[in-house]
């Protein structure tokens, strides 16, 4: 049975990180993977990675048709031609760990969608913290955010049970906006507690800003709202644990300016973390 991973990258003015992404990719034990680079600043991937030693008649050169267009829309390119069973994101600047896709695909014999820990690291490669160690579990829709605090890019489905397309429109959280379709016809994914992830924290966004805070609040109360609409045909229980996460995570975005000028550097991560686990404690 086939077990073909199509890893779907965006790329813009990414020649700085986008060899050691690809080189992950190459590395992975789980062999029967494509990659789907696609570039959205006219750059030629195929020839900067040659000239770097990298030539793999696996990896898909495409164009986003523009320049900026975003990822949103760039991942969308991808999705609208990938034939694979199974679908993959990895951001241009982002790393695999050599068995991320084995232990995905392995997880995708009995479930539609799997999301992983993640090993956060500066632009430098420094190790920040980890999001979402610990057991292997399966997750519910509601539970999800609790345990994957940080971003949501990191999940491998399987499309012919669960698939959607990035919303342009939005310009943050298009990433759980995401997920959030795929939870329509699949009322659990699996969570693995291994680190299998290298999420960069770009020097640029390691403290929201207050443009990128400005649209984390919108986007999330986008989300929220169709949460409410009833969008995603989510079972009330689910419905109310991601409400109850978002209203923590748009409290800790009035609050992180502040908490930030108190203590510089501090991370999103690690300042939603306590607010989370006090909510915790009082359910």
């Not at 920040?128 to 940080?150: C, M, T, Y």
């Not at 949501?152 to 990433?175: E, F």
């Amino acid at each position: 049975m086939p077990q073909t991973v199509a890893v779907i990258t965006p790329a813009w003015k990414a020649q700085d990180t986008i060899v050691a992404t690809v080189r992950s990719v190459l590395d992975q034990t789980h062999q029967d993977w494509e990659l789907w680079l696609v570039a959205d600043d006219g750059a030629d991937y195929e020839r900067f990675l040659a000239e770097s030693g990298i030539r793999d008649g696996r990896i898909k050169y495409l164009s986003s048709g523009g320049l900026g267009r975003g990822a949103s829309h760039t991942r969308n390119v991808a999705l609208e031609q990938i034939v694979a069973p199974y679908a993959a994101i990895l951001d241009a600047d982002d790393r695999l760990k050599p068995q991320k896709l084995a232990r995905a695909v392995a997880a995708l014999q009995t479930h539609g969608i799997v999301t992983t820990a993640l090993d956060v690291m500066t632009d430098r490669l420094e190790h920040l913290r980890l999001v979402g160690q610990g057991p292997d579990r399966e997750v519910a829709p509601g539970e999800h955010k609790w345990i994957s605090l940080s971003m949501d890019s990191m999940i491998v489905w399987d499309r012919r049970k669960a698939d959607g397309r990035y919303d342009p429109a939005m310009s943050n959280m298009t990433d759980l906006e995401f997920l959030l379709q795929l939870y329509r016809t699949v009322p659990r994914s699996f969570h693995l507690g291994t680190p299998l992830h290298d999420y960069i924290k770009r020097s640029s966004s390691m403290s929201n800003g207050k443009n990128v805070a400005a649209g984390m609040i919108a986007s999330k109360q986008v989300i929220r709202q169709r949460l409410v609409d009833g969008a995603y045909g989510l079972p009330d229980e689910d419905v109310e644990g991601l409400l109850g996460f978002l209203d923590i995570s748009l409290e800790a975005e009035a609050l992180y300016q502040g908490a930030l000028a108190t203590r510089p550097g501090l991370l999103f991560e690690d300042h939603i973390e306590p607010m989370l686990e006090t909510a915790r404690q009082a359910s």
